[in-house]
C-alpha cells in the first residue's frame, strides 16, 4: 500500500533537515508548482539536506528587524527567531518606548538598532538589519513595506499583504526596483500536515480533488481588527485568508469565480464596520468547488478535501501547533514544527542564495485579488469573476 506509507511516513523530519529540503527545492511563484519531491511527513533525502544546511550555518545569519511588537511579534515571531539558524532578531522598530528595554533585554539588542516610526527610514544605514518583517495592522503593510524596501533591505510582511491590490502592486513594483525579496508570512507552506494536503491535492494521490471545506474562525476580537480602515475588512482579511489559501493549495487551482454571503450580525454595534461572519464559495477550473467560512464569533478550524477515490482532512488545519490530519486510508503521522522558524530561516536561505521564495508577494496579491471579489459578491449578491 504504496499511499498508506506515504500518508503515515515514520521519518523524524528536524526543523533544519526541513528547511535545507524546502530550500533545496527552489519553489517559487503562485503556482504551487514542483512540490512532488518536498518532504512532509516523510524525509527522502536528508543526508544532503543536512550537508547542505552544515554549511549555510558556517555562513553569517542575517538580522531581522520586527516592524510592530504586538502579539503575534511578542507571542511567536521573536521567540521563534530564538530558534531560527539562519537569522536573529538584530532589531525593533516600535511607537511605544516602554516597550523597548524589554526587548533589548530578551534579544540582546544594541541601542542603535532600536527605532521608531519616524526615524524608521534611518534604517538603511544600519548593516546589522537584512530583513524588516513588518507585523502592524493590515492598512500599515503597503507603506512600511515599501519604506523598508526603499531602505535596501528585504521584506517579509505579514498576512493579508495589504487592503487592496492596487498596494499589492506598489509592493511588489517596489521589491523589483530595490532589487530584494518580498515574502508573506504564509507560515503554513513550511508545516508538514498542510504540505501534505498540497500532494494529496497537486499529486492527485486518491484521484483528482472535486470539492474543498475550509473554515476558520474564533470567538472573538477586538481592536484595529474591527476597524475598517485599519483592518480593510473582518474576519475574512485576518483569518478568512487561510481558507483562501488552503483552497488554491490543495487544489493547485486559481480560482474563476465566487458567491459569497455575509452572516447575521448577532452584536450590531461591535460590528458596525466589518462583517462579524460570512461564508462564500469559489469555483475552480473543471467544476472544483470550495465551500468556505470564517467568522469572529464561531471558533472552527478545518480543511477537508473531497477527492474521486478518497478524502484528507485537517481539523485544527491553521493554528501554530496542534494541527491533527486524517485522509480515508489513516491517519496523518506528522512531526510538529516551529512554522514561523522554519519560514523566516526559509527566507534567509532564499537571499542567501539568490532564489525566489516560495511565498512571494505575488501569492500574497493574489489572496487580497481574491478576498476583494468575494467582498464584491458579499456586498452585490452576484457571482463574481476573479
Ligand atoms: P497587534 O494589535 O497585537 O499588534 C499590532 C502592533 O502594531 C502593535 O504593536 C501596535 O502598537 C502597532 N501599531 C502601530 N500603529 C498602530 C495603529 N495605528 N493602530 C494599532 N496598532 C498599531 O496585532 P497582531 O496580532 O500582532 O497582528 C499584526 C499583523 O500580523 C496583522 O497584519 C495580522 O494579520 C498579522 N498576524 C499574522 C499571524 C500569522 O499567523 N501569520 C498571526 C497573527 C497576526
Redesign the pocket.
Known amino acids: 500500500m504504496e499511499q498508506k506509507g506515504f500518508f503515515s511516513g515514520k521519518g523524524v523530519y528536524t526543523r533544519r533537515q526541513f528547511v535545507g529540503q524546502l530550500s533545496l527545492m527552489g519553489i517559487g511563484g503562485v503556482a504551487f508548482a514542483g512540490l512532488s519531491s518536498i518532504g512532509g511527513c516523510t524525509s527522502p533525502s536528508n543526508q544532503q539536506a543536512e550537508q547542505r544546511t552544515d554549511q549555510q550555518q558556517a555562513q553569517q545569519k542575517l538580522g531581522i528587524a520586527l516592524v ?7 507571542g ?1 515571531l521573536g521567540p521563534a527567531l530564538k530558534d531560527t539558524d539562519h537569522c536573529y532578531l538584530a532589531g525593533i522598530v ?3 518606548p516602554a ?1 523597548i528595554d524589554k526587548w533589548r533585554r530578551g534579544y540582546d539588542i544594541p541601542e542603535g538598532n532600536v527605532y521608531n ?1 519616524e526615524n524608521f527610514d534611518t534604517i538603511a544605514d544600519n548593516p546589522d538589519i537584512d530583513i524588516v518583517y513588518v ?4 492598512a ?2 503597503a507603506e512600511y513595506t515599501i519604506r523598508a524596501l526603499q531602505a535596501g533591505k528585504h521584506v517579509i510582511c ?3 499583504m495589504a487592503v487592496t491590490v492596487e498596494d499589492c502592486d506598489r509592493m511588489i513594483a517596489a521589491a523589483k526596483e530595490a532589487g530584494k525579496l518580498l515574502s508573506i ?3 503554513l507552506h513550511f508545516e508538514p500536515h498542510n504540505i501534505e494536503m498540497m500532494r494529496f491535492g497537486q499529486e492527485k494521490r486518491m484521484g483528482a480533488i472535486m470539492h474543498i471545506m475550509a473554515e476558520n474562525g474564533m470567538n472573538g476580537t477586538e ?3 474591527l476597524d475598517k480602515a ?1 483592518a480593510g475588512g473582518g474576519p475574512l ?2 483569518v478568512g485568508i487561510y481558507c483562501v489559501q488552503a483552497a488554491r493549495y490543495t487544489t493547485g487551482m486559481e480560482p474563476i469565480a465566487v458567491t459569497a454571503e455575509e452572516g447575521t450580525k448577532t452584536d450590531p454595534e461591535t460590528f458596525k464596520e466589518v462583517e462579524e461572519s460570512l461564508t462564500w464559495q469559489m469555483e475552480f477550473p473543471g467544476g472544483v468547488t470550495a465551500l468556505c467560512k470564517t467568522s469572529y464569533s464561531e471558533s472552527m478550524n478545518l480543511l477537508r478535501a473531497e477527492a474521486e477515490h478518497g478524502w484528507a482532512k485537517l481539523e485544527p488545519a491553521y493554528p ?1 501547533s496542534g494541527i491533527q490530519g486524517e485522509t480515508s486510508e489513516g491517519e496523518m503521522d506528522c512531526e510538529g514544527v516551529n512554522q514561523q522558524a522554519l519560514q523566516m530561516d526559509d527566507f534567509a536561505i532564499a537571499i542567501k542564495e539568490n532564489r525566489p521564495t516560495p511565498v512571494p508577494g505575488e501569492m500574497g496579491r493574489q489572496d487580497v485579488k481574491i478576498l476583494q471579489a468575494i467582498y464584491k459578491a458579499m456586498e452585490t449578491g452576484q457571482r463574481v469573476e476573479v
Do not use: A, C, F, I
Not at 507585523?135 to 493590515?138: A, D, G, Q
Open positions: 510592530g511588537l504586538g502579539q503575534y511579534s511578542e511567536q516600535t511607537g511605544t516597550k516610526y507585523v502592524l495592522p493590515n500599515m503593510h505579514e498576512k493579508p508570512g504564509y507560515r481592536g484595529w481588527r485599519l482579511m485576518d501554530y
